[in-house]
């Protein structure tokens, strides 16, 4: 089993090593810290597990994961999603870019072993995400791109940053918080769309 682990705090990503080696014997872990280090990887050899890290050198929001998708193509791998953030909207939309798992950092470590393990072993782990569901009514109207950009939103990113973040210009980050609106049922103001989201616990 080769796994890949894109991670920039170097002491996280040796504790995720440590314990897959201690789950997989036959694991070969190798580690990069950014996402073009990880892409190049890739490219040499495809791996069967890749734990990405949503906030690294090279990417932010669901930059990293989308890259690794379709760098990986139709090829049979896993991803596991590892965040600082632990936002409804994330979870969510990472599972629909075909994340087997979101891992928040903020759980304890053994309940983050645990997840690694129920993973590694085939399963899936999405804590407080019905994965059927995702997300009720208006949530399961916004797509990925819709759930990325409110995350963004949601952490005080400008137009502009959460433009050049997920790499699309100033007008299209302003169409899809428009489309947000829309779907939350809101009158378009920022203030508002944040507000009905936080309400269907979309972000916090």
């Known amino acids: 089993m080769f796994v890949l682990i894109l991670e920039d705090h170097p002491l996280y990503a040796q504790m995720l090593r440590d314990e897959i080696r201690a789950m997989k014997a036959d694991a070969e872990c190798t580690i990069v810290h950014r996402l073009d280090d990880g892409l190049e990887r890739i490219q040499q050899r495809v791996p069967d597990v890749v734990i990405i890290d949503l906030n690294v050198p090279g990417a932010s929001g669901l930059r990293a994961l989308r890259a690794i998708k379709e760098a990986i ?33 903020a759980l304890p470590a053994p309940e983050q072993i645990e997840a690694l393990s129920s993973v590694l072993s085939g ?45 699309i210009s100033d007008r299209q980050v302003k169409r899809h918080l428009q489309q947000i609106s829309e779907r939350l049922g809101t009158r378009g103001s920022r203030y508002a769309i944040l507000a009905a989201a936080r309400a269907q616990g979309l972000v916090r």
């Open 73 to 105: 193509g139709s090829k049979p791998a896993t991803l596991i999603v590892t965040s600082g953030e632990s936002d409804l909207g994330l979870m969510s939309a990472s599972w629909e870019l075909g994340a087997a798992a979101f891992i928040p950092k």
């Open 123 to 167: 399963g899936t782990f999405f804590p407080k995400v019905s994965i059927p569901s995702k997300v009720d009514n208006a949530g399961r109207a916004l797509s990925p791109r819709h759930l990325e950009v409110l995350a963004l939103a949601a952490r005080g990113q400008s137009i502009k940053q959460i433009a050049a973040a997920i790499q």
